[in-house]
Nanobody
Framework: QVQLVESGGGLVQGGESLRLSCEAS????????VGWFRQAPGKNREFVAT????????DYADSVKGRFTISRHNAKNTVYLQMNALKPDDTAVYYC???????????????????WGQGTQVTVSS
C-alpha cells in the first residue's frame, strides 16, 4: 500500500509561484509513474503533469506548459510540481497520483492511477 501526502498549497496573487510536494510512504514509489491532477469547483478532474519512474519523461497539459515543472527525487520518495506565473484559472485542489505503469499506459488518464493523495488547495487571486 502506498500513501501519498501533498503539501505546499496556499493563497497567492497572480504571477506568483508555488511548489507542491507529493511524498510517498513506500520505497517502491521510485518505480511508479506519478501524475498531478487538479479539480476546480464544478469542474471535472483534469490532468496537469506526469513523470515516469526514471524522471526522464515528463508530460504537461497545454494550459500549464512552460509555466509548471514536474520533477522527482526518488531518494526522498517525493515528486514536486513547481508552478510559476500562476493565474486565477489555476485555482483548484491539486492531487498527486501514483501507480506502476507499462510503456503503453496513458499517464494522462486519472483512471490509470490506483493511489491518490488527499489534495492541497491552490488559490490564485487576480
Amino acid at each position: 500500500q502506498v500513501q501519498l501526502v501533498e503539501s505546499g498549497g496556499g493563497l497567492v496573487q497572480g504571477g506568483e509561484s508555488l511548489r507542491l510536494s507529493c511524498e510517498a510512504s513506500a520505497r517502491t514509489f521510485s518505480h511508479f509513474a506519478v501524475g498531478w491532477f487538479r479539480q476546480a469547483p464544478g469542474k471535472n478532474r483534469e490532468f496537469v503533469a506526469t513523470i515516469k519512474w526514471s524522471g526522464g519523461n515528463t508530460d504537461y497539459a497545454d494550459s500549464v506548459k512552460g509555466r509548471f515543472t514536474i520533477s522527482r527525487h526518488n531518494a526522498k520518495n517525493t515528486v514536486y510540481l513547481q508552478m510559476n506565473a500562476l493565474k486565477p484559472d489555476d485555482t483548484a485542489v491539486y492531487y498527486c497520483a501514483a501507480d506502476a505503469m507499462d510503456y503503453y499506459s496513458d499517464l494522462r488518464d486519472p483512471g490509470m492511477y490506483g493511489y491518490w493523495g488527499q489534495g492541497t488547495q491552490v488559490t490564485v487571486s487576480s
